[in-house]
């Protein structure tokens, strides 16, 4: 298989529709490539500012094969689409990045045990096979613990917090599909991300480190550089090189970390694609999180990832979020940007803006004078 960069005009196929496929999709454009987006929905965010598209299912073989014929490289943006669907595709056409990683991400008993492997700590947990197992499990890890399904799960889907007891039938009934996983509950002190870029050449790069701050299980604030030791955030850019490094990965992957009160790192979840966590990168970084993973499939060098501003990205979620909209627009220093999604359903992402400051500014800026402003 050839390792010679595409050239300009090439077409970059994306499996997925959404605002991540849409960002990566305008980061191809500017690079010069065209990108075709398979998806099951016909106005998906992605599609929108697609050159091309092919509205099928991804089980859908004989789609997916035509789509494979019509693309020069195929990569994802989000870890649900079914492993056989990678499979049927990599016959006819390279994709990055590859089965390994998409397999890994999908199944949280996989991920916990590769992140171990990787030398990433993690915090205790048990997979969950039967009602025995859960019962089993929660006298040695104790409560309070998380249940959660070991696919499909994200935003706070797919989960309940164990508390007592009387909690586990319930819990055992509501989630599936299963087995399930049992994670021991972590007195964090604060959830920050890592992102790395992999080349097609092996060469890593990564980005600073983003704080992280969730409202109803869903992301809503990033800061960038984390408010943490310099020592701590090095240690979360060596972790999540070398999860890129051990998946094989091309293209972009994030990795979620509980800080732990005396500085311990545990690695939670790992995303093979662009992550909410860094839609600051593309204002404030010299080659952001989407130019990346059009770079990296396509077998370009990397770009630098200097920071070259610190950054608070907010999510805007539902008819909330929509509300700040008007002001975004007109607030001195932000940068906003929407998907193209439809009506702002409660718990839907709509866009998200960038406050971005001079560089060295933010830990000494109060945050009520930042969250003031976006």
């Not at 080349?199 to 960038?224: K, Q």
């Not at 020592?231 to 091309?250: N, S």
């Not at 990296?296 to 770009?303: E, F, M, T, W």
């Not at 979620?317 to 220093?333: F, N, S, T, V």
């Amino acid at each position: 298989m050839s390792t010679a960069p595409l050239p300009p005009g090439a077409t970059i196929g994306i499996l997925g529709g959404g605002q991540l496929g849409r960002m990566t999709a305008m980061a191809a454009a500017r690079l010069g490539y065209r990108c075709h987006v398979f998806a099951p929905e016909a106005d998906s965010p992605g599609m929108q500012v697609a050159a091309a598209r092919t509205v099928a299912p991804y089980e859908d073989i004989m789609a997916l094969e035509r789509f494979g014929r019509a693309v020069d490289v195929v990569t994802f943006e989000f870890e649900n689409v079914p492993v056989a669907s990678l499979d049927a595709l990599e016959a006819v056409v390279p994709c990055r990045p590859g089965r390994r990683a998409l397999s890994v991400c999908q199944d949280r008993l996989q991920e916990k045990a590769f992140l171990a492997g990787a030398g990433v700590p993690v915090a205790p947990w048990r997979a969950v096979h039967s009602r025995e197992d859960l019962s089993a499990s929660v006298a040695e890890l104790g409560l309070p613990a998380v249940l959660k399904t070991t696919r499909l799960g994200y935003d706070g889907r797919g989960q309940a917090v164990l508390r007592e007891d009387a909690d586990l039938d319930a819990a055992w009934e509501r989630l599936s599909p299963r087995p399930l996983i049992l994670e021991a509950f972590v007195p964090f002190v604060m959830e920050v991300s890592a992102i790395a870029a992999r080349g097609l050449d092996g060469s890593v790069a990564t980005y600073d480190v983003a704080e992280n701050r969730h409202a109803r299980h869903i992301l809503d604030l990033s800061f960038a550089p984390a408010r943490i030791p310099a020592a701590t955030a090095e240690q979360a850019r060596r972790h999540v090189a070398r999860v890129a490094e051990a998946l094989d990965l091309v293209g972009v992957v994030a990795v979620e970390f509980f800080l732990m009160e005396d500085g311990t790192l545990l690695g939670n979840e790992i995303a093979p694609r662009p992550h909410n966590s860094g839609h600051w990168t593309p204002e404030a970084c010299i080659a952001g999180q989407f130019e990346q993973q059009a770079r990296a499939v396509a077998g370009l060098p990397l770009g630098a990832t200097t920071r070259h501003a610190d950054a608070v990205m907010r999510n805007l979620i539902g008819p909330e979020g929509m509300a700040r909209w008007p002001a975004i627009l007109g607030a001195p220093g932000v940068v906003g940007q929407l998907y193209g999604k439809g009506a702002p359903r409660p718990g839907r992402k709509m866009g998200h803006a960038n406050l971005l400051l001079p560089l060295g500014t933010l830990a000494e800026t109060e945050e009520a004078v930042l969250l003031g402003r976006i």
